[in-house]
Nanobody, 124 residues
Framework: QVQLVESGGGLVQAGGSLRLSCAAS????????MGWFRQAPGKEREFVAA????????IYADSVKGRFTISRDNAKNTVDLQMNSLKPEDTAVYYC?????????????????WGQGTQVTVSS
C-alpha cells in the first residue's frame, strides 16, 4: 500500500501565497513521478503540475505557469507546491498523486495513487 498525505491548505487573500506539501509512505512505495491536481466545486479534476523522480523535468498547466513551483525532496519522499500570486479561481481541493513510473505527465489516469486532498480557498 502507498499513502499520500497532503498538508498546507487554507484560506488566503488574493495575491497571497501558500505552500502545499505531500508526504509519501508505505511498504510498497516506489519513488517515481509525482503530480498535483485540483478540483473546484462543480468542475472536473484538472492537472496543475508534475515532476519526474529525479526532478529534472517539470510541467505546469498554463493557468498556473509562472505562479506555481513544484519541487521534491527524495530523501524525505515529499513533493511541494509553492503557490504565489493566488487568484480566486485557484480555489479548489488540491490532490497529490504518484506512480512508480519515471514520468506520468498531465493525465490523471497515469497516476496510481492519490491523497485525500487539501482545501485551498482564495478570497477576493
Amino acid at each position: 500500500q502507498v499513502q499520500l498525505v497532503e498538508s498546507g491548505g487554507g484560506l488566503v487573500q488574493a495575491g497571497g501565497s501558500l505552500r502545499l506539501s505531500c508526504a509519501a509512505s508505505g511498504r510498497t512505495f516506489s519513488p517515481g513521478a509525482m503530480g498535483w491536481f485540483r478540483q473546484a466545486p462543480g468542475k472536473e479534476r484538472e492537472f496543475v503540475a508534475a515532476i519526474t523522480w529525479t526532478g529534472e523535468r517539470t510541467i505546469y498547466a498554463d493557468s498556473v505557469k509562472g505562479r506555481f513551483t513544484i519541487s521534491r525532496d527524495n530523501a524525505k519522499n515529499t513533493v511541494d507546491l509553492q503557490m504565489n500570486s493566488l487568484k480566486p479561481e485557484d480555489t479548489a481541493v488540491y490532490y497529490c498523486a504518484t506512480t512508480p513510473r519515471r514520468w506520468a505527465g498531465v493525465v490523471d489516469g497515469s497516476y496510481d495513487y492519490w491523497g485525500q486532498g487539501t482545501q485551498v480557498t482564495v478570497s477576493s
